[in-house]
């Protein structure tokens, strides 16, 4: 696992570790009782454990919790490719309190970005999101644009890909 620790004022966002999985669970049941982000079936306190273990033993994946003030608003997961350059992929961004469309989300995205510039040199930002996100906007508004629809559904969900490029 990439080790990530940012401290922004009252905004942490740190690599999540074993003791972490019962609250990230939790967190996760709570905003799927409120948004359908996974089939009832498909969350568990096993699938949690999974993808944390899967995250663990791979050393260019990152997992991470969102903190302010010690408390988990948040989570974001993804990892990082070489493709000719370095480039991110954010699988997941889950965040409370609609923090999405307000500027904490928009904070939150700008200080991870910054991080992995800055100590991966990565350039290439991508996000993968379902079109039951209807988070398009909060996306086009952080400097992301629309890169192709995959050619595959999860399920029922189409899935689409935004990329952002920084610098040279």
Known sequence: MI??????????IKSINKKDLNSIYNFLKELNGKHKLYYDNDLSFDYIKKRY?????????????????NELIGILKGRLEVKGELESWLMALYLKKNLLQKEEGN????????????????????VIVNDRCECDEFWEK??????????Y??????????TKRRGG
Do not use: A
């Open 153 to 162: 559904q999860d399920r029922v969900f189409n899935s689409y890909i935004y």
């Open 107 to 126: 904070l939150i995205l700008k200080n991870f970005e910054e991080y992995l510039y800055h100590v991966y040199n990565v350039r290439v930002f991508n």
């Open 3 to 12: 080790p990530i620790l940012i401290n922004e004022g009252e905004l942490t």
């Open 53 to 69: 273990i899967e995250t663990l033993i791979n050393s260019m994946e990152y997992f991470c919790g969102i903190y302010s003030q």
């Open 142 to 151: 952080n400097g992301y644009n629309f890169n192709r629809k995959l050619n």
